[in-house]
């Protein structure tokens, strides 16, 4: 799966959000306070995500209707990975303690990754 640039990917979470099929206009007031985008800009947006395969482009009436082919849990799962790869030598480890050790991760994000992992071990032994 291709790794979108950041401003695809504001496009691609709004519809996401809406989980159903949504217009340029949905997303153009879902846009950011200050990230206002000209229709034309969402549109050419809207264009690429369509020509790699991350939505389909549906008539509803007047209006162009756009609906996700690629489900976000699927890009998150790919894209974490990549990072993981890329970044920390496929080490979930590394990853950690690049959070740990940077501070980014607070007593309550330790406890819950703990619960986290203690649940994931439990399925696995089920």
């Known amino acids: ?48 995500l369509q020509e790699k395969g991350f939505l389909e482009v549906r008539k509803a009436g007047k209006n162009n209707v756009y609906l996700a082919l690629v489900m976000r849990e699927d890009y998150m799962r790919a894209e974490s990975r990549n990072i993981l790869k890329r970044l920390y030598q496929n080490s979930a480890k590394n990853f950690l303690a690049a959070l740990y050790d940077g501070d980014s991760l607070s007593g309550e994000d330790l406890k819950e990754l703990e619960e986290y992992i203690s649940e994931k071990r439990k399925e696995r032994q089920d």
């Open 1 to 48: 799966m291709r790794r979108l640039p950041d401003s695809e990917l504001e496009i691609m979470m709004i519809i996401w959000d809406y989980d159903k099929p949504v217009t340029r206009f949905e997303i153009e007031q879902r846009m950011e306070e200050g990230r206002k985008l000209s229709p034309t800009t969402i549109l050419s947006f809207l264009s690429r």
